[in-house]
């Protein structure tokens, strides 16, 4: 094909199309044959270059090669009518700029670039400087009177080419390259002058001939047909393949071709290259922000060989070029409606767009131009609740490091587990930073554990962040902090923590108890030393007030899982409406009520059993009352005792490695008896899978006394706190339920002590009772279990665990790899599966609310806080969602997208119907 | 009620009934108003009474008060008529039996029992004797002259009363008739004259009195009625609902009152009582067969105080009795068309019939049986096919302790595991076990072991039985003795393992190795020393035949889970159609294989892994030709490798101990290095969950060089025998998926790697890829898997695990409570939960089948081999269901059922069609 395009090409264009479609759409000289909305045919770039032109943009000239080109070459039929209308367009674009293609004074040269419907960042291929050969490059010497220019865009067109299109691996290229700069003693490519130049063309052209057997193309029209062939090839490469399976874009839609002619920003120092915003992108104030280089062009900037200056530097040194540039993107703002981002060129004082797209920008940033074009009339309420993605909110929750007082030496990466800063001085276990903590021995405190454990809680909470060798995006460390709000740096697995010998080391370092480090939870860097911290704002005034529209849109409810009164409070001036989980184990933590929890787990029969639940039954009682005043009027939900016991006890292997020992060293010891007995009963409660073990109402079924005093404390707690004049609302959940037979159990035992209580009270208190569906088999059965229970709250952190089959705390040994495979799109525990968990979930729903029509349900697992899940909740038509205090406001954001995603679709439904 | 009842009873009876529901049903003189069928209506014990009466055995009359008074009394508004009824059977009963009730010189007495339309054995109440009173005691003393015996019938009668119908414990009536031996100074009931019986029941009045505050009844119609409601009551008790709840049976159904007749085997000595067998229920020969005791009560023969009689000595005693006893009861047999257990009384040399119904028997006497009735021509073929329980046929497979060589020490009782029988010596550890084989130390060995785990297997392949302390009816243990056929008693807690110190104590017994014990794994019992065995017959001609029946009616293929050459050869004698699963990783824990698999685990690269498994492999292979050698040109259907790999590593917590110990008696010991590293390893690899870790497709996907090594062994082997003229059918599966992304991964390497082997081999071999549905998302997302999938196999025993999010090797520590309160009905592990798991499985097949309709479907999981669940997946239209060779029999009579219910109900539904 490309041949005949050849023989073609020599003579003048004559041509009449034989077949009414139209591969190629050409842009130019103020006009475009497509325009914005085209992705479908011309893909995202060309549709952006298209509608660019037609708004009067100054774009570099060219056509787009639409994607059914693509599909008929995928099929092996590409039509002869592409070639010939290729061959038109770039007639069109010689005539329009006055040039020749690859020939003549002055020669066009053209970029290929490909570009798809979606977006394939770095998946896909590009050309540059095409059309340069042994002719046209001294042309171009000539007319620009640059022949070290003219060379260097030669010798980058052959290297490009080599690599792209006939697949000669790229490192090849970089050896001839180099062994010249060595010949010459520079590591600088700007040193190489044209006869370099020259020798380098000439290896690359060696290098070419040997590897494929010909020459390189001289002929600019085999450059250009070879290059298309090999945009497409591209769109079937492997890595193409993988990242549109896991992005779930179809094989078949295929890729557009863009051909534009080339514009240099290095040739005088009348030309330059750079970047900008409409607006500043970290704070959202509206003023016009980037950054230049003159006489450069865009890869000098990436390179960082050279530092850009503001861009208000070239108001004093082009100021026609600047309010050109002022006015242009201004107008592009209100033509799209969005802050911008774009690039451009200048070439001999001649401004050239290249790009311009909705820019990102922070959170902070995003409320603020949100809220700014809403008093500018610009967009609507609605629309700037689009505007902020809910994740950017974390923005206003977290401190961050500032690192603008020096370099940073980073010792690790690990996974961003919690986001925010924090700097401090190690600890190795909970016990010594609390008693760092209590003794005022550190100010700031980073625990640095393998994992941390349930057991670590009072060492957590005293601690400024957590660092973790071990673990993934919901190991304990992880899912703990982001509900404590604090900074976690988890499984950073190139530290290796010692906490016997208080040690830890990394990168080459060795660091003990007391010596400061700093992280980043938001990247997941682990920074050495002490730097300073920039404080969260959480009661922004901007924030307050988008957060008052947000909330006048969304349906769904947002609560809050709290365990203490303290994160009640917290959760309440986040917006929650009430509770959502309050995990009553959290509780027996703390170190005055562990002696008695393991006394109760220690005990061998009821009656010690019961002793020992009669002293925490106060305990646990003030802490509800704590709790019921509060939240007030608003709904509360407790979770009755749900993880397995031996959380409470020490550790099994801890145990026999001690007793070991004494037998050794002082086999009289009486310790070593009570370790016996210690670790019999440990033994007995050692499970092989814990998470599938005795827990859950499996432990209130087991040991009916625990339910008892748990259901006790909450009842008499709430009759205590109704007497002072407020009106808890109260819903005891059942964990863990696996059919109606343990619903019935467990409700009926609460129905039982809460209508004891109330008698001997003379007091009554509005609750409900329901249970978590967190196990498959309690979904499939919901409609039995609604026949007992009054909601349902799924539980999705242990749904996803016995739905997947995959431990949360174990998955790391594969998920990254799974991840890395394209296996799983995302983390499941992180990101609510909607297509297998979310399947159950709609069952449960449906089945839960035909037996029940007015069956409460909610969510209260880690997906709770997380955007697309909630949005999913929402379309379940869930009441509620329920989350972490410091994930409320994303909540709360995506809820009210969802409602207005709602909204819009039956807008558009509805117009539609008015078509009809 | 009972009073306005009382006032009728004084007149004549002259009565219309006002309304045509018929509340009694009478049977007596040779007619009964009921039959057999009616059991909804008068319940089944009543039901059987009409039906003997009405085909003329000498039952003692009486009459039914049906379910629908019950229902009435429930809802408090039981019909006048229900009492107006009662009395008119009363007044024929009267005249019939030429009786008064409770008066006049010749007292009619009566039995008043409950009986609903499911046995609920135990549940309810009996009251014996009613009409007794201070006057007719006397009459019966007189007319039988045997005033001893009619004071012990009123005492009886009272403390009956007493406890039934009013509520006074059980245990005051007990007191005050011990203290009445006590003080003439006897244990023996029958010491005690008339005068003291006098005394008791004068004790027992005021009891009563004082109790209730009235006075025992006197009134024959008042006890009557009032016992009549306290049946109705019963219905209603904890115990009953209880029982209702777990069995599924309707509250509403209510419960029938049986009014007879009291007839007394105690008269004289042409009394008498028995119970007996049409057949040997043994084994199954067929004489008659029963046992009786002259002069004597039923309740005599079940306290033990005396000793019965073979029935053949009736002969001689009462040969015209014992005629009549054979004919009726063979009459019997012909007329239910089955063998009878019958019980019957004999009152002063008249014979009466007090129940019979169909007898239970072994699994020999059932197969035996029904054989026999077909050639009797009593019964079709299939009928005879129903007449054995699935279960029945282990009996042919086990050898049993022979215990009539004296008395037995039962020393603990666990779990009835594995059936069978084992007596041998104890061994500790796999190793130990091993060791005592090849040296010939000991001839047969119990394996003895807190639990056990895959590393020993060659130690319980050695042994004759297996004991453990902890775990379930699926431990590790269970199952594997199962999948082995050989007896093991599980989860016997009251035993303490010392395996350290090679010691067991049990009852107050230490043990040591070497001692000898016998184990009883059909009833769970662990017996002190050496019992004889009685070996068993797998190849009972009997038995032959019966199965060529089943398997001519069955639609399911029947397969076995075997994964070494000996197991198929075993697998196809016990009629397996093929292999359902063999796992792979058995094949790794032999002792010369154990290394080369640790150190595949152990490498830290790709390039040592390799080196680990490229030794693997030949073995592999060997394995491969012998299985598919085996089998011929039957499919053989392979798992590649799932278990966590910690499985092949030594155990965390001992490594810990072992370096402990080290470090303090020998620091310098190169040793330590070692563990150390070891332990390093296992670390990196512990899991929380192992059950939800790195196992599975994830290893292959994780480690892609394991499947390629599998794969290559398995098709390198099917080449090999396939050249030597064999034909294999291979169906290659993939454990553990989630998602067809796992699948597609290993799917292509398989088809990948066997591609290579045919090109090079020159042969092809007939394969298909599928997997495991084992976890409930890869149910939910089948119609995505089966793309990918040609077959699917349940693992049931992983998706109960997941379905239910309960460990098969944790839920000892709840199941046990669980299902004596009935919050599961059975084992969800030993028997498949249909609603729950069979709702997901039956959602999982629909959805392959959809996308792939050949799809072939089948069970691998513990389940394959239970009948209720091998009929559900014969339902489920699956293709065949594997299990362990021991099962094979089961699962073939159990299919066989499946197949005939469906044809059954297809001429139900015909012949209903016919009828419309």
């Known amino acids: 094909m490309p041949d005949s395009a050849l023989a073609v090409a020599d003579k003048p264009i004559q041509f009449t199309p034989k077949t009414p479609i139209q591969y190629v759409y050409f842009f130019g000289g103020g006009t475009a044959d497509g325009n914005g909305k085209m992705k479908d045919t011309l893909g995202g770039k060309g549709a952006g270059l298209h509608e660019m032109t037609r708004v009067g943009l100054p774009v570099p000239p060219g056509f787009t090669l639409q994607t059914e080109a693509c599909r008929e070459f995928m099929r092996g039929e590409i039509s002869d009518n592409v070639t010939d209308q290729m061959l038109i367009a770039l007639h069109r674009l010689e005539e329009l700029q006055g040039q020749r293609f690859g020939a003549g004074d002055n020669p066009l040269l053209v970029s290929v670039r490909s570009g798809a419907k979606f ?16 002719t046209s490059v001294e042309s171009l010497a000539r007319k620009t009177g640059k022949p070290r220019f003219a060379y260097d865009s030669y010798r980058r067109l052959i290297q490009m080419f080599g690599d792209v299109v006939l697949n000669i691996p790229k490192i090849k290229f970089e050896h001839i390259f180099d062994a010249a700069k060595l010949q010459i003693g520079t590591q600088q490519d700007t040193d190489l002058d044209v006869d370099a ?39 079937e490469n492997e890595r193409a393949k993988a990242y549109r399976r896991i992005n779930h874009i179809d094989d078949w839609l295929g890729t557009a071709v863009n051909v534009q002619a080339m514009v240099f920003g290095n040739l005088s120092e009348q030309s330059g290259t750079g970047v900008g915003f409409t607006r500043d992108p970290a704070t959202g104030k509206r003023e016009f922000y980037g950054e230049f280089l003159l006489n450069a062009q865009g890869e000098d900037v990436v390179s960082g060989s050279r530092t850009p200056v ?68 610009l967009i609507s309420v609605d629309e700037a609740i689009f505007r902020v993605e809910p994740n950017q909110l974390y923005d206003f929750l977290v401190p961050r490091l500032d690192e603008t007082q020096g370099a940073v030496e980073v010792l690790a990466t690990g996974l961003p587990a919690s986001p925010g800063a ?39 909470e005293v601690a400024a962040g957590i660092l973790t060798s071990r673990g993934g995006m919901t190991s304990h460390a992880a899912v703990v902090t982001r509900g404590m709000g604090k900074c976690c740096v988890a499984g950073a697995g190139s530290i290796q923590v010692d906490e016997e010998k208080g040690e830890m080391r990394v990168a080459g370092h060795l660091y003990h108890e007391g010596d400061w480090l700093s992280l980043d939870g938001t990247t997941g860097r682990v920074i050495a030393g002490q730097l300073p911290l920039v404080p969260a704002m959480p009661d922004d005034p901007d924030l307050v007030k988008f957060m008052t529209w947000v909330d006048s849109r969304r349906r769904l409810h947002i609560r809050a899982n709290a365990d203490i009164p303290r994160d009640a409070v917290q959760a309440i001036r986040f917006g929650a409406e009430g509770i959502g989980l309050c995990r009553t184990e959290h509780m027996f933590f703390d170190e005055d009520r562990l002696p008695y929890m393991q006394a109760m787990i220690m005990a061998r029969n009821e009656h010690d059993r019961r002793a020992a639940l009669e002293s925490l039954l106060p305990m646990q009682r003030e802490d509800f009352i704590g709790l019921f005043k509060a939240m007030g009027d608003l709904p509360v939900n407790i979770r009755l005792l749900d993880p397995p016991l031996h959380e409470f006890l020490p550790k099994r292997e801890e145990l026999m490695v001690e007793i070991a020992r004494l037998e050794i060293t002082d086999a009289e010891s009486p310790e070593l008896t009570s370790l016996r007995t210690t670790l019999e009963r440990v033994e007995q409660l050692h499970e092989m899978n814990p998470m599938l073990g005795l827990r859950g109402c499996r ?65 009554t208190v509005d609750y409900i009772v329901g249970t978590m569906i967190e196990l498959p088999r309690a979904a499939l059965l919901a409609d039995q279990i609604a026949l007992e229970a009054e ?66 349900v909610g969510i209260c697992g880690e997906h709770g806080g997380e955007p697309e899940s909630v949005k999913f909740c929402h379309r379940l038509n869930m009441d509620y969602v329920s989350c972490s205090p410091f994930r409320l406001l994303t909540a709360r954001l995506a809820a009210a997208q969802a409602a207005l995603e709602d909204k819009l679709a039956a807008q558009g439904a509805s117009s539609q119907e008015g078509t009809r």
């Not at 977006?119 to 042994?134: H, V, Y």
Request: with cysteine; net charge negative.
């Open 422 to 460: 924090a700097v401090g001085q190690i600890a190795f276990s909970a016990e010594d930073a609390v008693r760092f903590r209590e003794k005022g021995i550190m100010r700031s405190i980073i625990l640095v554990r393998r994992e941390t454990t349930p057991e670590d809680i009072s060492g957590m």
């Open 699 to 763: 432990l209130g079924i087991a040991y009916p006394e625990i339910t008892e005093m748990q259901v006790r404390a909450i009842f008499e707690a709430a009759v205590e706190v109704k007497k002072t004049g407020a009106h808890p609302h109260l819903e005891i959940m059942v964990p863990l339920t696996c059919g109606i037979e343990e619903m019935r159990n467990q409700a009926t035992a609460i129905r039982h002590f809460a209508k004891e209580i109330f008698a001997r009270e003379h007091e």
């Open 791 to 856: 909601f349902f709250s799924f539980g999705t952190n242990d749904l996803t665990q016995t739905v997947y089959g995959i431990s949360r705390d174990d998955g790391n040994q594969f998920l990254p790899t799974y991840i890395k495979h394209g296996i799983f799109k995302q983390d499941p525990f992180a990101v609510l599966d909607q297509e297998g968990v979310g399947q159950i979930m709609k069952m449960a729903t449906e089945r839960g609310i035909r037996t029940r029509p007015n069956l409460k």
């Open 310 to 377: 503001p861009i208000t530097q070239l108001r004093d040194l082009m100021p026609t070029v600047y309010e050109q540039l002022r006015t242009l993107t201004q107008n592009m703002e209100e033509h799209y409606r969005e802050m911008q981002d774009f690039e451009f060129t200048i070439q001999d004082g001649v401004l050239y767009m290249l790009q311009t797209r909705n820019g990102k920008r922070t959170g902070r940033a995003a409320v603020r131009i949100a809220m700014d074009m809403v008093a500018e009339g």
């Open 197 to 235: 130049l020259r020798g380098i063309i000439a290896e690359y052209r060696k290098l070419i001939l040997h590897e494929t057997g010909t020459q390189f193309p001289q002929d600019p029209y085999k450059q250009l047909f070879m290059a298309r062939d090999a945009v497409f090839h591209s769109w």
């Open 119 to 134: 977006s394939m960042p770095g998946m896909m291929d590009t050309i540059l400087n095409l059309g340069l050969n042994d």
